[in-house]
């Protein structure tokens, strides 16, 4: 075996790493949460040719899929939903008519390899704290290493621009919050304020996930469970179909903005 120098091996991954992070501090979509609609939007974005970087708080990615239901770690998407993990080569089995499962390892691995591939950068242990705003639209984020967040030094952040920004925090709605507590009562809310995550109502959780995928205030959507909480939807549980739907969704939406220059 040749030897090994523990500073080349250091040296290889801070440049590594300098390049990729410098690569993506000018971006067209800079998605916030790893989680299922964070990475399926991600996914059809890359695959469209847009630059697109993925913050992510915590170490691993995937959001609530990773624990299933009560780390019961199999997932359940309605028939509507089943087509999107077969595209990324998850292996899905009927339950009875509209109830499909997956395993929930395997979902979060292959949804995030598969966007990875496409082109997609998953920055993860970054925090958003803030956003980069101009006269009436959020251009960009400002990020912070999460563990410098944990222990609650006093380190200043750095930014990276965007844009179109997409809060797919889930329940926390952490860049929505950011946005209000700037900017009080100017979100694209009945009430121009986050309407807050109702109790569980399955059915209704997974139609409204999808309705409420849409722009919040300029340069920023709202995607997966954070579109619930921000626009006053209620929660689904261990149901994923309506997330998987609203990543696709907001790329959608995003693509024909970048097409139009706008």
């Given at each position: 075996?040749?030897?090994?120098?523990?500073?080349?091996?250091t040296?290889?991954?801070?440049d590594?790493?300098?390049?990729?992070?410098?690569?993506?501090?000018?971006?067209d979509?800079?998605?916030?949460?790893?989680?299922?609609?964070?990475?399926v939007?991600?996914?059809?974005l890359a695959?469209?040719?847009y630059r697109v970087?993925?913050?992510?708080?915590k170490?691993?990615?995937?959001g609530?899929?990773?624990g299933?239901?009560?780390?019961f770690?199999?997932?359940v998407?309605?028939?509507?939903?089943?087509?999107i993990?077969?595209?990324?080569?998850?292996?899905?089995?009927r339950?009875?008519e509209n109830?499909?499962t997956?395993?929930?390892?395997e979902?979060?691995?292959?949804?995030?390899?598969?966007?990875?591939?496409?082109g997609?950068?998953?920055?993860?242990g970054?925090?958003v704290e803030?956003?980069?705003?101009?006269?009436?639209?959020?251009?960009?984020?400002?990020?912070?290493?999460?563990?410098?967040e944990?222990?609650g030094?006093?380190?200043?952040?750095l930014?990276i621009?965007?844009?179109?920004?997409?809060?797919a925090?889930?329940?926390?709605?952490?860049?929505?919050k950011v946005?209000h507590?700037?900017v009080p009562?100017?979100?694209?809310?009945?009430?121009?304020?986050?309407?807050g995550?109702k109790?569980?109502w399955?059915?209704?959780?997974?139609?409204?996930?999808?309705e409420?995928?849409?722009?919040v205030?300029?340069g920023l959507?709202v995607?997966?469970m954070?579109?619930?909480?921000?626009?006053?939807?209620?929660r689904?549980?261990?149901i994923?179909g309506?997330?998987?739907l609203?990543?696709?969704?907001v790329?959608?939406?995003?693509?024909?903005?970048l097409?139009?220059?706008?």
């Amino acid at each position: 075996m040749a030897e090994l120098n523990e500073i080349i091996i250091t040296r290889a991954i801070i440049d590594r790493y300098h390049a990729k992070i410098t690569g993506n501090l000018d971006v067209d979509v800079a998605i916030v949460g790893a989680g299922p609609s964070g990475l399926v939007a991600g996914y059809h974005l890359a695959q469209k040719g847009y630059r697109v970087t993925i913050f992510e708080r915590k170490l691993s990615v995937g959001g609530g899929i990773w624990g299933g239901g009560m780390l019961f770690n199999e997932i359940v998407v309605q028939d509507e939903a089943r087509r999107i993990l077969e595209e990324f080569g998850v292996r899905v089995n009927r339950y009875e008519e509209n109830y499909y499962t997956a395993d929930a390892i395997e979902t979060v691995s292959l949804l995030a390899a598969r966007a990875i591939q496409k082109g997609v950068t998953i920055l993860n242990g970054i925090t958003v704290e803030d956003v980069v705003m101009r006269p009436n639209r959020v251009i960009g984020l400002v990020i912070l290493w999460s563990a410098v967040e944990i222990a609650g030094l006093h380190v200043d952040p750095l930014a990276i621009r965007a844009k179109y920004i997409v809060d797919a925090t889930g329940h926390d709605t952490e860049v929505v919050k950011v946005v209000h507590k700037k900017v009080p009562g100017r979100l694209m809310t009945p009430t121009g304020n986050i309407e807050g995550e109702k109790s569980m109502w399955s059915e209704e959780a997974e139609k409204l996930t999808l309705e409420n995928t849409r722009e919040v205030f300029p340069g920023l959507f709202v995607a997966g469970m954070a579109a619930n909480a921000t626009f006053g939807g209620p929660r689904m549980g261990p149901i994923f179909g309506g997330m998987l739907l609203s990543g696709e969704k907001v790329a959608h939406l995003i693509d024909e903005r970048l097409k139009q220059g706008s």
